[in-house]
């Protein structure tokens, strides 16, 4: 079993804030403050009072809007930044995917890259040389891994380096935002490789845009905004809050017209009460018009984020005339486990790739009350949280 | 992985507390800043920091490797290049000094003398202009997982280590052409002035690499540095022919620690004598004093590193 725990207790970390060209005289004028052991003003916090603890066989993730403080949370785990104040403990060896390009050195070869980076983990030469063999097989690099890494292309590198991350067998693996480069099937053998090391006990740290991956790797998750700890806790209950507070963003942002105006948005159940999963939600909206249009009206319900569930559309072309159309949709039998969900409008002129009359924003929302959804197995990637009723027999035979 | 001893913490009070689960801190309010007592101050230990130096040893080694072939895989002549410019110093020193003007070399043929100079100069000259610049160049290596800084130019100035050990093997050639031959006592006192050359040349240099990551204009104001360097060297010329006293030398080799290294090169070398202990003493001190100052002033830069880098 691997023994990688982070510990951080009460972690800050300021960031100079103005970006005013630094010439010489200011340089000096840093470099005797630092010297003297003193700090100068027109800092901000990039990361504030952190409290967080992983422990061996844990997977977090830590989402967030860019620069919440993910990556310098990141960095300083690794040791490369020193916090301002605060304690850090982090035991084992750590594996680190940060950018797709650092630590690789274009000019050398796929096989010098790979020892290097396995002495900067702290590894002996013959450590590296009895797994080099997997990492080449891993990154499917077998035909370039004596050629230049300069002539690699991104993804290349980005096998290579994740290769020899999750291969040197890290104690703690740390993955910032780099598997969006590698291709489908790479991403899945990169979502089942951390599954491995996972169940090996390694601990998992993953900074990721992509929540749905997130969602299939990692058990916990952290939400950072602005530099501190939103909320903490299992991955589904932090990403709901997460893509509530995105859409609460998206919400107050007071536009709801284009070429046409909507007035009048609501998602009803018919008995008044809330919205159940496998039962019925009215959609009423009123479109105000100053000219006659021949338009395609779209619906979709999303957890928070512009990327729908699921879409609706009527199935034809609507015919907007002057003054008010009021559309009505009904949605038969919700297929939507308990949360609260978001639903998206927009109108356009031609069929899928028309003019916006309506450009494509979130109009309301709405709780439903019913079953939870499943929990999937870990590393299984669930693109849309739909529930489903079924029925199973299960017969020994 | 780390005894995580250069790695200091400060005191944490509140949050020691085992009560206070981490999910319950949500309650509280964050502070504006964090409480005075807990501001991170980095203790640097000497035999830590070395330890957790000679644990990071093969990833210095690998990267003195990494350099060597990057810098001869490109290279037409490869190898060569290492002889090339001490030789060319020295064929042009010896034309200079010789035909135009004379200097006292103490019967020793100049080519040799100069040679003997210009080992330990190129060694030094070069570890300092590549090391120097082994932080700024190798930023991507250093935002991505930690490691004691100093192995990046203390692996450059392995690179100038080998590069004077290839330019080394012209002295076979340049002893059978003018009938020397290494006195036998070299055995005895070349380490030890190695070891002097290594000493400053580490503190020189760890120094210069903290210091340019902060202040990228000295990139270019280096190269005139260590040429300016050539000049108040004993490379071309004996010190002396500018130190005429006892008392001068010993200065002299205090203030410039390479000089009493040249010198002993050629009093060893080229004539078999010991070298003049007094300015080796002054060179000493004033070395390790460099290195001990390098050490701190970079231990004290570090820190920062990767805010600014």
């Known amino acids: 079993m691997r023994e990688g725990t982070v510990r951080t207790t009460e972690v800050w970390k300021k960031f100079r804030q ?380 | 992985m780390l005894d995580g001893a250069s790695y200091e913490k400060a005191v944490v009070g509140r949050s020691a507390d085992p009560s206070l689960s981490p999910g319950q801190k949500g309650a509280a309010a964050v502070p504006d800043e964090p409480r005075p007592e807990i501001l991170f101050h980095r203790r640097v230990r000497l035999i830590p920091a070395l330890r957790e130096l000679w644990h990071f040893r093969e990833l210095a080694i690998t990267l003195a490797e990494r350099d060597l072939r990057v810098r001869y895989k490109q290279a037409v002549l490869g190898v060569a290049w290492a002889l090339i410019t001490p030789l060319f110093m020295m064929l042009a020193f010896t034309l200079i000094f010789t035909k135009f003007t004379h200097v006292n070399t103490g019967g020793a043929p100049y080519a040799l003398f100069s040679y003997l100079g210009l080992l330990p100069w190129t060694f030094f000259s070069s570890a300092v202009s590549q090391g120097g610049l082994s932080l700024v160049n190798n930023v991507p290596l250093l935002n991505k997982l930690y490691c004691p800084r100093e192995v990046f130019p203390i692996a450059a100035i392995g690179d100038a280590f080998a590069d004077m050990l290839i330019a080394s093997f012209v002295l076979l050639l340049l002893f059978p052409i003018f009938g020397y031959g290494p006195e036998l006592i070299s055995l005895l006192y070349v380490p030890m002035l190695m070891g002097l050359l290594f000493t400053f040349t580490i503190g020189v240099t760890i120094a210069v690499s903290a210091v340019v990551v902060y202040m990228r204009d000295l990139r270019l104001v280096l190269p005139l540095v260590i040429q300016m360097g050539l000049f108040v060297t004993p490379v071309v010329y004996s010190s002396h022919s500018i130190a005429k006293t006892e008392l001068a030398l010993v200065i002299y080799s205090f203030v410039n620690p390479l000089a009493p290294v040249i010198d002993g090169l050629r009093q060893v070398v080229l004539f078999g004598h010991h070298p003049q202990w007094l300015p080796f003493l002054a060179g000493s001190v004033s070395s390790v004093l460099v290195l001990a100052g390098g050490f701190w002033l970079f231990k004290r830069l570090e820190a920062g590193m990767a805010d600014i880098a």
């Open chain 1, 18 to 397: 103005d970006d005013r060209p630094s010439y010489l005289q200011d340089r000096v004028a840093t470099l005797k403050d630092r010297i003297q052991g003193r700090s100068r003003p027109s800092w901000r916090w990039a990361l504030s009072d952190i409290d967080f603890s992983a422990e061996p066989g844990e997977s977090w993730a830590l989402v967030g809007a860019n620069g919440a403080g993910k990556s310098t949370l990141l960095k300083i785990l690794t040791r490369v930044m020193y916090p301002t104040a605060g304690r850090v403990d982090v035991t084992g060896r750590v594996g680190a995917l940060i950018e797709v390009r650092a630590g690789i050195s274009p000019l050398l070869t796929g096989r010098e890259n790979i020892y290097l980076t396995g002495s900067l983990m702290g590894l002996k030469r013959r450590d590296v040389a009895s797994r080099f063999d997997e990492i080449v097989a891993f990154a499917e690099l077998e035909d370039a891994v004596d050629r230049q890494v300069k002539y690699y292309s991104t993804g290349m590198q980005m096998r290579l380096g994740f290769g020899v991350a999750a291969h040197l067998e890290p104690d703690l693996l740390f993955v910032d935002e780099v598997l969006a480069v590698g291709d489908a099937s790479f991403q899945q053998r990169c979502l089942e490789r951390i599954r491995y090391v996972l169940g090996q006990g390694t601990t998992l740290l993953f900074v990721s845009h992509d929540l749905a991956a997130v969602e299939a790797t990692c058990a916990n998750g952290v939400w950072l905004h602005n530099g501190g700890i939103r909320t903490r806790g299992p991955i589904r209950e932090v990403l709901n809050d997460y893509r509530a507070a995105v859409e609460g963003e998206a919400e107050s942002r007071p536009q709801i017209e284009g070429l046409l105006k909507v007035s009048k948005i609501e998602a009803t159940s018919p008995d008044g009460g809330l919205p159940k999963t496998g039962g019925r939600l009215d959609v009423d909206i009123s479109i105000h018009s100053d000219e006659r249009y021949r338009a395609w009206v779209y619906l979709g319900v999303s957890e928070g984020a512009a990327t729908p569930i699921f879409l609706l559309n009527p199935g034809r072309e609507t015919m907007f005339e002057f003054g008010q159309t009021d559309v009505h949709c009904t949605i038969g039998s919700l297929p939507l486990p308990a949360g609260r969900y978001y639903l998206w409008g927009g109108v356009y002129k031609n069929w899928t790739n028309g003019e916006e009359l309506v450009g494509w924003q979130p109009l309301t929302h709405f709780d439903v009350y019913g079953p939870e959804l499943d929990a999937a197995p870990r590393a299984v990637v669930r693109l849309s949280p739909l529930h489903v009723d079924s029925e199973w027999e299960i017969e020994k035979v």
